[in-house]
């Protein structure tokens, strides 16, 4: 199985975007590699190469749908609650029409439409993930203030690097811990192997609701 965590920006902002991609070995990820200033050339070539070696599963840091008439789709209000829970801000989650979520919106599900429409080797999975989410529901709780304060603290992401080993996410390089994109990237993938892998199961989960929300949304 190969796993694929990306955390996307929005359609002008390719520096931004990141693609981590794992090897699934027993129970563990192998870090193979990580691609950062990403197009959506590069995804799909990157997904088509990788399906011709095996299963890929791919989670995406993105709405990949919108809720008819606009605001909160339901996973939006839930996974809002659920982090809130357990001390994370409900900043975090938008609604996919919010004035700085829509482009990252149609990006997203253009991207997951183009996805599908690929002709494969082997299966692909998509998922929507919340990488701070996928981190949040799995630290302890003397331990949140890393995942509330990682985007801006380069301590917190180097607890984090060290904290995604002891998730088994093996062999990862020093730099993943540069910036809080790589670090959602690679939670990404941490949170698409949990909801895919029968030996785990996500934090948090909701259905995929067709046709307006084709895909499951998790942490």
Known sequence: MRVIGIDLSGPSNHKDT??????KQDRELKFLK???DVSDIDILEEIQVQSKIDE????????????????DRQGDK???QFIISFGMKSGSIMPPTFNRMVYLTLRGIKLTREIEN?????????VEVHPGAVIGSRLLLEDIQYVLNYKQDLSARTFLLNWLEEQQIKELPAFIEKESHTIDACAAALGAWHWKDPLYKPKWLLPANPPLHPYDYCC
């Open 34 to 36: 990580l691609m950062s």
């Open 56 to 71: 890929v599963i791919i989670g995406i840091d993105a709405p990949l749908s919108y809720e008819d008439g606009g605001g």
């Open 18 to 23: 990141v693609l981590s991609l794992f090897e």
């Open 78 to 80: 839930l996974l809002r």
């Open 118 to 126: 690929m002709k494969t080797s082997n299966p692909i999975s998509i």
